[in-house]
């Protein structure tokens, strides 16, 4: 097992311990403006972080993070920052792009075979704003099959010894998903940013479980073509960083908003939710404890809210959306990019045993399994689920906030540190216990920032917590995020192998 330097000192106070992990860094997490800042200065080559970068992929191929390396391309475009011909806020910045969204010249495999030859002709908006301001796509990263998990347990793309992206704080774990392999690159150092897409969580959850920030932005906020869909109510590009900081400015990028600094957390208030804090693994419930208690002397007001509506109606609308239009929307994005291929195509070839059930006992034929073992048709599921199931969620929220009087809601994003690799992390049961807090929000169509909080005192494992807030308040959740990493400081980084 790999774990970071002095994770635990026996008989430390459990606040002790954590606020101990976080000074006890071999070194704080360099950050993307700090980088970009280097190489304009002269005091980096762009070249020489691109050479960083694949050295470090090279250091870290046990993680099975990278689907698909663009090395000498990214050279090259390095030596063009280097020489002046490229400029901007992110000008030589190494990123990783998750596999399921175009890149000029790379396949968006998504994970799957059957998408591993359908080679990209552009990139897509999101990927092609970042390019634009000079960041530099150094390899596509490893994910879940089609984005249909959250335990990155994927056979396609190894280059370790056993199957799934792992975890680089302990390699026996899994890295969480979909977008498991940029979170593990971003926690392991090897890049500071990252594309990674969400739907119910897959940006956050790995953020949160390799010890990275995590940006699901407000639906629509960011342009989504040119991305591998599940479904276009629900999906959106996002990124994982080292720190807050970094999301500032790599969403400040994509928008063109204005720079924000940290909130004054004196006076600020924040809501919590017994559903959301309820059942947490022992390492989770001490570094939420201890970030609590920490705000609380910061001066921010926790205020008791009722969220079991949310619960009540997110049960009712998440998965019809997501099997409903996986099919719809997959179809789509064949006809559009890979006309040769059809759904069924992508399905026989599907190497996941969890994503390929998924996709031909309810995804193709349209059936959803009912409480009673019975299948019903899914189609009128779904029109309810949007007609009504998904503005009532909305609703909900909106009073949630109005009524509490709260900028956001806080809570664990991920009730436990990151489960032992394999296929069983695959399971329903896990899935649903992954996603619990991270999947309402992503149906109401909401913004969630997840923020590195500290390191289990038990196993040493990171742990995030999560802002989520109204529709449009992306920049809000950011200052309070950047106040939120002040108190809480850096996480140290795993030792590299």
């Given at each position: 097992?790999?774990?970071?330097?002095?994770?635990?000192?026996?008989?430390?106070?459990?606040?002790?311990?954590?606020?101990?992990?976080?000074?006890?860094?071999?070194?704080?997490?360099?950050?993307?403006?700090?980088?970009?800042?280097?190489?304009?200065?002269?005091?980096?080559?762009?070249?020489?972080?691109?050479?960083?970068?694949?050295?470090?992929?090279?250091?870290?191929?046990?993680?099975?993070?990278?689907?698909?390396?663009?090395?000498?391309?990214?050279?090259?475009?390095?030596?063009?920052?280097?020489?002046?011909?490229?400029?901007?806020?992110?000008?030589?910045?190494?990123?990783?792009?998750?596999?399921?969204?175009?890149?000029?010249?790379?396949?968006?495999?998504?994970?799957?075979?059957?998408?591993?030859?359908?080679?990209?002709?552009?990139?897509?908006?999101?990927?092609?704003?970042?390019?634009?301001?000079?960041?530099?796509?150094?390899?596509?990263?490893?994910?879940?099959?089609?984005?249909?998990?959250?335990?990155?347990?994927?056979?396609?793309?190894?280059?370790?010894?056993?199957?799934?992206?792992?975890?680089?704080?302990?390699?026996?774990?899994?890295?969480?998903?979909?977008?498991?392999?940029?979170?593990a690159l971003v926690g392991a150092g090897a890049v500071l940013a990252g594309l990674g897409t969400d739907t119910g969580g897959s940006v956050r959850?790995?953020?949160?479980?390799?010890?990275?920030a995590g940006l699901r932005p407000t639906m629509d906020r960011y342009p989504a073509e040119g991305i591998v869909p599940i479904s276009s109510t629900?999906?959106?590009?996002?990124?994982?960083?080292?720190?807050?900081?970094?999301?500032?400015?790599?969403?400040?990028?994509?928008?063109?908003?204005?720079?924000?600094?940290?909130?004054?957390?004196?006076?600020?208030?924040?809501?919590?939710?017994?559903?959301?804090?309820?059942?947490?693994?022992?390492?989770?419930?001490?570094?939420?404890?201890?970030?609590?208690?920490?705000?609380?002397?910061?001066?921010?007001?926790?205020?008791?809210?009722?969220?079991?509506?949310?619960?009540?109606?997110?049960?009712?609308?998440?998965?019809?959306?997501?099997?409903?239009?996986?099919?719809?929307?997959?179809?789509?994005?064949?006809?559009?990019?890979?006309?040769?291929?059809?759904?069924?195509?992508?399905?026989?070839?599907?190497?996941?045993?969890?994503?390929?059930?998924?996709?031909?006992?309810?995804?193709?034929?349209?059936?959803?399994?009912?409480?009673?073992?019975?299948?019903?048709?899914?189609?009128?599921?779904?029109?309810?689920?949007?007609?009504?199931?998904?503005?009532?969620?909305?609703?909900?929220?909106?009073?949630?906030?109005d009524e509490g009087g709260i900028d956001a809601l806080i809570f664990p994003t991920v009730p436990q540190v990151a489960a032992v690799a394999g296929?069983?992390?695959?399971?329903?049961?896990?899935?649903?216990?992954?996603?619990?807090?991270?999947?309402?929000?992503?149906?109401?169509?909401?913004?969630?920032?997840?923020?590195?909080?500290?390191?289990?005192?038990?196993?040493?494992?990171?742990?995030?917590?999560?802002?989520?807030?109204?529709?449009?308040?992306?920049?809000?959740?950011?200052?309070?995020?950047?106040?939120?990493?002040?108190?809480?400081?850096?996480?140290?980084?795993?030792?590299?192998?």
């Amino acid at each position: 097992m790999r774990r970071v330097r002095a994770a635990m000192i026996g008989g430390a106070s459990v606040s002790a311990l954590l606020i101990g992990a976080a000074s006890a860094a071999a070194q704080e997490r360099a950050s993307v403006a700090g980088t970009v800042d280097a190489i304009v200065a002269g005091e980096q080559t762009a070249e020489a972080a691109v050479e960083d970068a694949l050295a470090a992929f090279d250091a870290w191929s046990e993680l099975n993070a990278v689907a698909v390396l663009d090395g000498e391309r990214a050279l090259e475009r390095a030596r063009a920052v280097d020489a002046g011909d490229v400029s901007g806020p992110l000008a030589g910045l190494p990123i990783v792009v998750k596999d399921n969204t175009q890149v000029e010249g790379l396949p968006a495999s998504a994970g799957t075979p059957a998408l591993r030859s359908v080679f990209s002709e552009e990139s897509a908006p999101i990927v092609e704003r970042l390019t634009l301001a000079g960041a530099i796509v150094v390899a596509t990263s490893n994910m879940h099959e089609l984005a249909f998990g959250i335990s990155g347990w994927n056979p396609v793309y190894q280059t370790g010894p056993e199957p799934g992206v792992r975890n680089p704080y302990d390699m026996s774990r899994f890295a969480g998903g979909s977008s498991s392999g940029t979170g593990a690159l971003v926690g392991a150092g090897a890049v500071l940013a990252g594309l990674g897409t969400d739907t119910g969580g897959s940006v956050r959850v790995p953020a949160a479980i390799n010890g990275a920030a995590g940006l699901r932005p407000t639906m629509d906020r960011y342009p989504a073509e040119g991305i591998v869909p599940i479904s276009s109510t629900r999906d959106t590009p996002g990124f994982i960083a080292a720190t807050v900081a970094d999301i500032e400015l790599l969403d400040r990028v994509v928008t063109g908003d204005d720079e924000v600094s940290a909130a004054d957390l004196d006076g600020l208030r924040l809501g919590i939710a017994p559903g959301f804090t309820a059942d947490l693994d022992a390492d989770v419930q001490a570094v939420w404890g201890d970030t609590i208690a920490r705000l609380e002397e910061a001066g921010v007001e926790m205020v008791d809210v009722d969220a079991s509506g949310i619960f009540e109606l997110n049960a009712t609308l998440s998965f019809p959306i997501a099997f409903y239009e996986g099919k719809r929307d997959l179809v789509a994005y064949l006809d559009a990019y890979a006309p040769d291929l059809t759904i069924e195509d992508v399905v026989s070839e599907i190497a996941s045993p969890d994503v390929k059930g998924t996709y031909e006992t309810i995804v193709l034929p349209g059936q959803l399994p009912m409480p009673d073992g019975t299948m019903a048709e899914l189609g009128p599921i779904y029109e309810s689920a949007i007609s009504e199931g998904r503005p009532a969620l909305i609703a909900e929220y909106e009073s949630i906030f109005d009524e509490g009087g709260i900028d956001a809601l806080i809570f664990p994003t991920v009730p436990q540190v990151a489960a032992v690799a394999g296929p069983e992390a695959s399971s329903p049961e896990m899935f649903s216990r992954i996603i619990r807090n991270t999947d309402p929000g992503s149906n109401a169509g909401l913004p969630g920032l997840s923020v590195p909080a500290a390191l289990g005192p038990e196993t040493g494992l990171p742990v995030g917590i999560e802002l989520d807030g109204p529709a449009g308040s992306d920049r809000r959740l950011i200052e309070i995020g950047l106040a939120i990493e002040d108190v809480l400081g850096p996480l140290p980084r795993p030792d590299a192998p």
